[in-house]
């Protein structure tokens, strides 16, 4: 029942900064987590951060110390603060969310990030 919209994605150059925003509509239960992942042309999709409705984080190890999650509890908002973006970042960033008690997972259309050498 949960819709994800993304936005903040663009071209940037590296070593430069850029902030992903996700909000979320229209949930039937608090979300449990809420997250990003991301797709590469070419490869699967993956964990890039999530965060949990009592404040537990996990990040990829490709991200710990450039990315940061921010959500505010139970909020239907989240961010993504990435910080000396390089190549390999370039992919579609795609919020995610789990409702609570029905275990439902929402995707966003994604958004497409390109960093330039």
């Known amino acids: 029942q949960v819709q994800l919209v993304e936005s903040g994605g663009g071209l940037v150059q590296a070593g430069k900064s850029l902030r992903l925003s996700c909000t979320a509509s229209?949930?039937?239960?608090?979300?449990?987590?809420m997250g990003w992942y991301r797709q590469a042309p070419g490869k699967q999709r993956e964990l890039v951060a999530t965060?949990?409705?009592?404040?537990?984080?996990n990040y990829a190890d490709s991200v710990k110390g450039r990315f940061l999650i921010s959500r505010q509890g139970a909020s239907n908002t989240i961010y993504l603060e990435m910080d000396s973006l390089n190549s390999d970042d370039t992919a579609v960033y795609y919020c995610?969310?789990?409702?609570?008690?029905?275990?439902?997972?929402?995707w966003g259309q994604g958004t497409q990030v390109t960093v330039s050498s």
């Open positions: 229209g949930s039937r239960f608090s979300l449990r987590v």
């Open positions: 965060k949990t409705s009592g404040g537990d984080t």
């Open positions: 995610n969310a789990v409702e609570n008690y029905s275990g439902y997972s929402a």
